[in-house]
Nanobody
């Protein structure tokens, strides 16, 4: 059974930083791209960033480019999201997810291309 467990969320002031972690189990973690999505109250879940299965390619939504960094440690089956210069509009529940296809050679941004999801971690940025 695949499990994804996010941690690291919390309350931070605008301009601050947080680091989210997502620990994966139950699947060959190193064979799948990973992504972070977020969902603010009353809004659709949106793509934030993704990293390839080898960790050598990343892609970011325009809204977080230059502020957020995704990385993965395949030895620890963990993916990270470093968030800097946080803004109130970054407030949301953040979810990690695994690509449904093994060894995909390109990164995808749509929710239906990801088949396993964590329970989410709340990030709140105060102004």
């Amino acid at each position: 059974q695949v499990q994804l467990v996010e941690s690291g969320g919390g309350l931070v002031q605008a301009g601050g930083s947080l680091r989210l972690s997502c620990a994966a189990s139950g699947r060959t973690f190193t064979s799948y791209a990973m992504a972070w999505f977020r969902q603010a109250p009353g809004k659709e879940r949106e793509f934030v960033t993704a990293v390839s299965w080898r960790g050598d390619s990343t892609y970011y939504a325009d809204s977080v480019k230059g502020r957020f960094t995704i990385s993965r440690d395949n030895a620890k089956n963990t993916v990270y999201l470093e968030m800097n210069s946080l803004k109130p509009e970054d407030t949301a529940v953040y979810y990690c997810a695994t690509d449904r296809a093994m060894y995909r050679t390109w990164l995808v941004t749509t929710k239906n291309e990801y088949d396993y999801w964590g329970q989410g971690t709340q990030v709140t940025v105060s102004s």
